[in-house]
């Protein structure tokens, strides 16, 4: 799966399930739906609050410096 795929599954698994945890083999990412904040839809493990999914995945791929760097997602 390219990049892009992965950010559009993620995205739409955040979507669906509320949360999304992503794990590499040093980090782990957990981004939550933020549904009684109307400020942010979106918030990160490390406090890092999103707009939209698709924001929120795009900044956890930057973390793990690219997507082939994510091992797995739950």
Not at 11 to 30: A, C, H, P, Q, R
Not at 62 to 73: H, K, P, R, T, Y
């Amino acid at each position: 799966m390219d990049e892009n795929e992965l950010i559009e599954s993620l995205s739409d698994f955040l979507e669906t399930n509320g949360e999304v945890k992503i794990i590499g083999e040093d980090k782990n990412i957990t981004i939550q739906s933020a549904d009684d904040n109307p400020a942010y839809a979106y918030v990160s493990n490390t406090h890092k609050r999103f707009e939209n999914s698709t924001e929120a995945i795009e900044w956890a791929v930057e973390q793990f410096d690219g997507a082939e760097n994510i091992e797995e997602w739950e």
